[in-house]
């Protein structure tokens, strides 16, 4: 029996872990700090899980799969509540999607200015001149997630353990899996480098007014602002409040010593949303914030490739803000190509991330 470690039990490592240990092989899960701490890039309360990705269809339909691969984990975890799509410039990205999302079966229709203010009246829509509603959308719990993968692996076999394990530790397994997030730079710098960046990314929740339903899921989806900057955020989920986050790459940071304390600035830019957008809200008290981080590819995209020079270490990451709700996916096309040799997509290989230039829109998965 194949014998792999996988170090790092966020999301990714996560899903890869159990997929791997489905398909036969002994896994051990390791992470430093356990599943979903606030130092990882899985860390936090929520994630958007969504199918808009322009033209890019190997991503739609990983979403796809993500969404059965959810399901059948933990119904639970996963919040519906569409995403509105809302643009005061160009809304080319969201345009080239649609023909995609329909033919793989999400369904997003453009709303008529007037339908949407009746639609949604605590929504401010001045100087937006292009909104888009994707019906199967929502919010994934993401702590809770990492944790509830955690103990599906054990319950079903795997031998997990809070420990730190360096590439210079190898001698108890076959296979090597590093799904380290924003450490995977620091750990193969010769491979990775400076190719995984990884960014300040703050959260913010306010409170909504007492007695009202219209922030809550039911009235109020996910929403996206796309201005100067790209800004998001989330109905009041389980009462922690109403989410605003900038997706606007941050400050370099390091994971490990970075200070957490969100910053006046950023708490400044969420206000000015919030008066702008939803000036019901405009003095809403802040319960609480995140600091978290990005870690970002040159182009965007994900990190699935064996190491150059090791042959039974393998690499993963590159989430770029957009991963976590690819993880089921992505944890099952890496155990597939870690077992049986599949071929992974040339846009996920590591040759490619010194030479390219980040060409595409993503979206934060917070």
Known sequence: MTRITVIGAGAFGGWTALHLLRAGAEVTLVDAWGPGNPRSSSGGETRVIRAVYGRDRIYVELVKRAYALWEQLDPSLYVETGVLWMHRGDDGYVRAAAPLLTELGFAIEQLAMDDAAKRYPQIDFGNVTSVWFEHRAGALFARQACGVVRDAFVKAGGTYRTEAITPDAHKDADIYVYACGPWLGQLFPDVIGNAIAPTR?????????????????????????????????????????????????????????????????????????????????????????????????????????????????????????????????????????????????????????????????QFDAR
């Open 201 to 361: 990314q703050e959260v913010f929740y306010f409170g909504v007014p007492r007695g009202s339903d219209r922030y809550q899921p039911r009235r109020m989806p996910i929403w996206m602002d796309f201005g100067e900057r790209i800004i998001y955020g989330m109905p009041d989920i389980r009462g922690r409040g109403f989410k605003v986050a900038d997706d606007t790459r941050g400050e370099p940071l390091d994971p490990t010593t970075a200070d957490r304390t969100p910053s006046a600035d950023g708490l400044a830019r969420a206000r000015e949303l919030l008066r702008r957008r939803f000036p019901e809200l405009a003095n809403a008290p802040l319960l609480g914030s995140e600091v978290c981080q990005y870690e970002n590819s040159p182009d965007g995209n994900l990190i699935v490739d064996r190491h150059p020079a090791l042959p039974n270490v393998w690499l993963l990451g590159g989430g770029s803000g957009h991963g976590f709700k690819l993880a089921p996916a992505v944890g099952e096309l890496a155990a597939a190509a870690i077992i049986r040799g599949n071929e992974i997509p040339a846009e996920f290989a590591l040759a490619r991330l010194h030479h390219t230039h980040k060409t595409k829109t």
